[in-house]
């Protein structure tokens, strides 16, 4: 089934530890997207790829990190997980030309 | 920060009703568009305006720009209880950006 998928579902985290978020996607969509949603702030975004190779800085990058070493996968690291990086996570991606973004189901993470 | 502000924040209205949110900008937009979001779900794309387009539709749904105002609006004609959703407008700005900057959204209510 075309889509993006996310893993894991959810996740309760030890403050300090490191934690990856997956994202796949098989529409071979050239960007690719993380944000946090976060009760009444929207979402907001953390990093994006524009293409296999290159990465950038959203509204709200710091303690998280991205890579994009192929067009299907762009995973998101925690290096050292604190609290208020508790937050619901999506993962996005758009065909360029296009411009719509397509999301995925969401990560659900606590960090304690 | 949020580019767009979706207003009301919450609207209830009854089964068959119209419903109408408003999004404003504050900056220069290529397009603008709108999504849906059913609870603990990821996003979905709706529609897109661009920034020399004034009017759209697609099914129930009506979507108006004014570039002057900076300001959008989204009309669901005959509403349903499953339109029961959250909707966000989002901006896409700059020349080759394919980022978008979401609104907080509007919770809207169907009543059966």
């Known amino acids: 089934i075309a889509g993006i998928t996310q893993a894991p579902t959810s996740q309760i985290l030890a403050a300090g530890r490191r934690m990856t978020l997956r994202c796949t996607q098989d529409?071979?969509?050239?960007?690719m997207y993380w944000y946090r949603q976060d009760l009444g702030l929207g979402l907001r975004l953390i990093h994006y790829?524009?293409?296999?190779?290159?990465?950038g800085k959203g509204e709200v990058p710091d303690g998280y990190s991205v890579s994009r070493a192929n067009t299907d996968d762009f995973p998101l690291t925690l290096a050292s997980a604190v609290p208020s990086q508790t937050s619901v996570y999506f993962c996005a991606s758009s065909d360029s030309s296009r411009g719509e973004q397509f999301f995925g189901p969401g990560t659900r993470l606590t960090v304690l | 920060s949020q580019q767009g502000e979706e207003d009301p924040q919450a609207l209830s209205i009854q089964e068959g009703e119209n419903a109408t949110m408003n999004c404003s900008y504050k900056t220069s937009i290529n397009n603008l568009q709108w999504y849906r979001q059913n609870s603990g779900r990821g996003l979905v794309h709706l529609i897109l305006?661009?920034?020399?387009?004034r009017e759209k539709h697609s099914g129930r749904l009506r979507v108006t720009l004014d570039t002057s105002k900076k300001s959008s609006s989204l009309l669901i004609t005959a509403s349903r209880a499953a339109d029961t959703a959250s909707y966000f407008c989002?901006?896409?700005?700059?020349?080759?950006?394919?980022?978008?900057?979401f609104g907080k959204g509007t919770k809207l209510s169907v009543i059966p």
């Open positions: 529409m071979r969509h050239n960007a």
């Open positions: 790829s524009n293409t296999a190779g290159t990465t």
């Open positions: 305006i661009r920034s020399n387009e």
């Open positions: 989002a901006t896409s700005s700059g020349a080759g950006s394919y980022q978008l900057t």
